[in-house]
């Protein structure tokens, strides 16, 4: 009965996410009447109507939202039971589901995979490269272990440990000089070409938002949605662009130029389901971040102030 309860569950869900009996249907690669009659049978057990089908879409009742609800949270406890009961203490095995957004894909990601197959070989590793709010989302829903963003605010439920500081600045292709190059005053950008992410990266409204506060508006010429395209611009043609500085550590033909007065700093966060279950793969994970941040030398995060 524990399993045909499970598959109701599964079953009611489908249909709320698609709206549609036969879609849900095809989705779970049952038939429809099979479908039909499962849902009915949930809704004789509990003796409540679960969902409306009188309109051109099947909708949850009010008795249907609410069992819904707990349904999915009972779903999603489960399934973190299971990866419990399976998780390998000695690491010889194990799997990490990790959220970043974009920007961290160019510098971080490439370093703690090597890190992580080092120290951890027999760890598999799911990325998912999606914006801060879906990494939240994903985060309370347990379809992330781990995502790596920006400080918050937070939506209640998850947990933001400060890894690092990044610092941003213009970035040209000049060859590097031996000594940092003298801060460029930032109205000297008025009018100037630059080639920048698009509006899909919060680094650009970052970005922006610096042009705005103090009445400057360089000409974008190139908008592009791929951080390696954009350093590829940059080096080929006299287009500056506005980076993370840690992205040109790795590229000798990229040199950053602070600007007067600088951008503002962000502070990069580890974060987490607050009380989830957290793997041994989920903990040499962190542990390997923390390390990885220290010796690659990046700024520490501020520290807060004393309540």
Do not use: W
């Not at 600007?259 to 989830?276: E, K």
């Amino acid at each position: 009965m524990a399993a045909l309860e499970l598959r109701h569950l599964r079953y009611l869900l489908a249909v709320a996410e698609h709206g549609n009996f036969t879609r849900a249907a095809d989705d779970l690669h049952i038939s429809q009447p099979t479908l039909s009659q499962q849902i009915k049978q949930l809704e004789r057990t509990l003796g409540v109507q679960l969902l409306d089908r009188t309109g051109r879409t099947v909708r949850l009742t009010d008795a249907g939202a609410v069992y819904t609800d707990h349904a999915r949270r009972a779903l999603r406890d489960l399934a973190a039971a299971e990866r419990a009961v399976h998780d390998v203490q000695d690491l010889s095995r194990g799997h990490l589901r990790l959220g970043v957004t974009p920007t961290f894909t160019a510098y971080l990601i490439g370093p703690l995979t090597a890190e992580l197959h080092t120290r951890h070989p027999g760890i598999s590793l799911t990325l998912a490269e999606t914006t801060q709010d879906r990494i939240e989302a994903a985060l309370l829903a347990d379809d992330l272990d781990l995502g790596i963003a920006f400080t918050g605010p937070h939506p209640p439920g998850i947990t933001a440990t400060p890894l690092f500081t990044e610092a941003l600045s213009l970035v040209t292709s000049t060859p590097h000089a031996p000594t940092t190059p003298a801060p460029l005053p930032v109205h000297a950008l008025t009018g100037e070409q630059l080639a920048l992410l698009s509006g899909d990266f919060a680094t650009r409204s970052h970005i922006d938002g610096y042009f705005a506060d103090h009445r400057i508006a360089p000409r974008i010429t190139v908008e592009a949605n791929s951080i390696q395209a954009l350093t590829e611009i940059v080096r080929r043609t006299p287009l500056a662009t506005v980076l993370p500085d840690a992205i040109t550590h790795d590229h000798p033909h990229l040199t950053p130029v602070p600007l007067d007065p600088p951008l503002p700093t962000r502070t990069v966060t580890l974060l987490h389901r607050q009380g989830a279950y957290r793997s041994a793969a989920t903990r040499a994970f962190t542990e390997l971040t923390h390390d990885l941040v220290q010796a690659r030398g990046y700024t520490p995060p501020p520290c807060r102030p004393p309540k």
